[in-house]
């Protein structure tokens, strides 16, 4: 059996560095998903996971194909969890929240500029590069996670190898963990994370030590993520930096809870010293 | 809950002025589209809706990505309806239906040249252009039905500037309409429409005059669709012309009503000087 | 209704001509089907078949738009069954099964050389074509199977014209047909097919000779596939050659079923000359 669930959000945003086009654009994004699982007489589970993703109104309007936001599949039981396909980097599952709640102001990507760079290499043009795992393995013992990944693409391949493990270790409501990834042509990175939730207050904190392949210093980025919720409002700020930047980015955001999975959301910011904000809804399906 | 339906028409088609490849040819579009609406506590309705098309044999082939026939999401409530992505246009909420029931002759695309260009620029080259809204709301109010869109895309968007207004009345079984729409680089069209059915004739009309940005002479447009359904048989005709083609173009249709969402359909017609007609088969689901 | 299925595999694939990549790689495809059917009044089917595909881990992870691996519609009554889209060839009714499970090794398109170019016109560059039918009609009268495909592509198709026949003799547990198909500016190729079950095994063949319109020598292809399932286990084995290839082509394959749509599987061959291999899990949903 398959079935189907989404997610959009939509509103306005705002970017003081746009050079073409309009300052304050219309936002908007759809994802829909299609899973399903099976079992084997012996209990192992096989599982398939779909997602159509559009980014933007100018994706969601008639034209090319609706993009491929990831497609995995997973075979897991008692050894653990192994995934293919558009899986997670292992080094980077503890990433932090972004700031926002429609496209996200990119807070979050200036902390993870070094360790996430399968995502946002085009804020770091200086080191840009193309990482992206598809085999990973996670398994988890007691209160350890362990997760490994790497890329084993075949014939045609363009990606840089890459290989990267994660180590985390959880304690109550809070967790403390441990990254390295190694990409050919780009370097070693190595991420500590902290975070839990104490007292309502949530508090998801990552520093990142990265050692580029590239005849430059080593660099290192961190950020900090705290929401507090009360009733249907939940407020969060957010304080990123990075050595490839010269000024610390930060962000303010707020949501407030429709009911019904919906909720009215927005957040304004400083990254990578210009200005965003954005608001508007977001629902679940 | 995400809810599946869908549509297909397949046949015959017939072109006369096709310079390379069949006069005959294989006709065949297929939609499939995702729905799914939650409620929030306060009674606001969010929606989201998402359509998969081909539009040819040669697209419903293997090869690349099923098209994105329109995503659009939406949030409505007692103060009417905003919708963002692929959203109609608000002048033309009262275009003409076509004549056919496959792909469609074309013969409602020249009544509609001035006011609908986002779909038929290629009917127009001398002033083809790019316009489509991203943005649009509607509000009913007694009878009347006012609508607004416009384009707010941003960075990276080469889309036209674009903004109209629509205007409906409605009155029994019959309405009558307004639509205005200003784009850049293009000009302004304005459109008037009517309609209704009486003693079991539907009818449908409207005509535009456009005042192009452009140094060329103010051009207009018309069209009338009628219809009469007697039993299962639905017998369909249309005129329409407009200043840039120097035949008006006509067509007649039938439909036969199948049952179970089935029915036998076909046209034939003149449209801009050259022959074009079709038969096939239309079912939903 | 529209009514969601699917299939995937994943696991290791090698190849010893790889140029450019690792040798050893991972392999995944993944398939997800939507299919809907309607009846009319008089009892005639109208279906619709849509498949979303990606084949590698490469298409997997996010990106273009997930490949449109098939769309087709038709309508099936007492007369037999049309169907439009990305039809069947009717010449190649019978092919024969690959060995591997994953991606397969391509034994079979070795045989298939000839009479399913479509498929695999890049193993036979010197060749290559461009042919698919968009229309198949196929009846069954008593114990005999007939189809007929062509392709009726319309303005702007550069696929070249070809036509296909497809006879089928259904006998117990067993078959034989005749398969011919004529290409534009390829040529014309006739198949025999024969195979059945008889004891527990499955046994199926195919020849085909080809009459290149280039000036070139007559051509000839065959394979024989036989597959023997004791328990949970399938065994099988292909052997193929054709004339286009210096060594003849041949495959080993097991498939443990895991029970719940799920099994193991794998195999490893010579195909034109070079080892090929793979190991992995499939499961359907």
Same mark, same amino acid.
């Given at each position: 059996?398959?079935?189907?669930?989404?997610?959009?959000?939509? %509103?306005?945003?705002?970017?003081?560095?746009?050079?073409?086009?309009?300052?304050?654009?219309?936002?908007?994004?759809?994802?829909?998903?299609?899973?399903?699982?099976?079992?084997?007489?012996? &209990?192992?589970?096989?599982?398939?996971?779909?997602?159509?993703?559009?980014?933007?109104? @100018?994706? =969601? +309007?008639? %034209?090319?194909?609706?993009? !491929?936001? &990831?497609?995995? $599949?997973?075979?897991?039981? /008692?050894?653990?969890?192994?995934?293919?396909? #558009?899986?997670?980097?292992?080094?980077?599952?503890?990433?932090?929240?972004?700031? *926002?709640?429609?496209?996200?102001? %990119?807070?979050?990507?200036?902390? @993870?500029?070094? #360790?996430?760079?399968?995502?946002? %290499?085009?804020?770091?043009?200086?080191? &840009?590069?193309? +990482? #992206?795992?598809?085999?990973?393995?996670? &398994?988890?013992? *007691?209160?350890?996670?362990?997760?490994?990944?790497? !890329?084993?693409?075949?014939?045609?391949?363009?990606?840089?190898?890459?290989?990267?493990?994660?180590?985390?270790?959880?304690?109550?409501?809070?967790?403390?963990?441990?990254?390295?990834?190694?990409?050919? !042509?780009?370097?070693?990175?190595?991420?500590?994370?902290? *975070?839990?939730?104490?007292?309502? $207050?949530?508090?998801? /904190?990552?520093?990142?030590?990265?050692?580029?392949?590239?005849?430059?210093?080593?660099?290192?980025?961190?950020?900090?993520?705290?929401?507090?919720?009360?009733?249907?409002?939940?407020?969060? =700020?957010?304080?990123?930096?990075?050595?490839?930047?010269?000024?610390?980015?930060?962000?303010?955001?707020?949501?407030?809870?429709? *009911?019904?999975? =919906?909720? $009215?959301?927005?957040?304004?910011?400083? $990254?990578?010293?210009?200005? +965003?904000?954005?608001?508007?809804?977001?629902?679940?399906?």
């Amino acid at each position: 059996e398959v079935t189907l669930s989404g997610s959009s959000v939509f %509103g306005l945003g705002y970017w003081e560095a746009i050079e073409e086009g309009n300052d304050t654009f219309s936002v908007m994004e759809t994802y829909l998903t299609a899973t399903a699982t099976v079992q084997s007489d012996a &209990g192992l589970e096989f599982g398939f996971e779909q997602t159509f993703g559009t980014y933007s109104t @100018e994706d =969601a +309007r008639a %034209g090319d194909g609706i993009s !491929n936001d &990831g497609t995995s $599949v997973y075979v897991s039981g /008692a050894f653990g969890k192994l995934s293919f396909g #558009s899986v997670e980097e292992a080094n980077d599952f503890a990433d932090l929240p972004d700031i *926002g709640g429609l496209n996200g102001l %990119g807070v979050d990507d200036v902390a @993870e500029l070094y #360790s996430d760079t399968g995502d946002n %290499g085009d804020l770091f043009p200086g080191l &840009g590069y193309n +990482r #992206s795992s598809d085999i990973n393995y996670t &398994g988890t013992f *007691g209160a350890f996670t362990i997760g490994l990944s790497t !890329n084993l693409n075949g014939p045609g391949d363009d990606t840089d190898d890459s290989s990267s493990i994660g180590l985390n270790y959880n304690f109550g409501d809070g967790y403390v963990g441990l990254g390295y990834v190694n990409t050919e !042509n780009f370097g070693e990175a190595m991420s500590l994370y902290a *975070g839990g939730t104490f007292s309502g $207050v949530t508090v998801n /904190a990552m520093y990142t030590e990265f050692d580029p392949e590239l005849d430059i210093d080593k660099q290192s980025a961190y950020g900090i993520y705290a929401a507090y919720t009360t009733g249907a409002l939940t407020l969060s =700020a957010e304080v990123a930096d990075a050595d490839a930047f010269e000024d610390t980015s930060y962000g303010f955001g707020a949501s407030y809870d429709l *009911g019904g999975g =919906a909720a $009215v959301v927005g957040g304004i910011g400083s $990254v990578a010293g210009t200005t +965003r904000a954005e608001a508007g809804v977001s629902f679940e399906f």
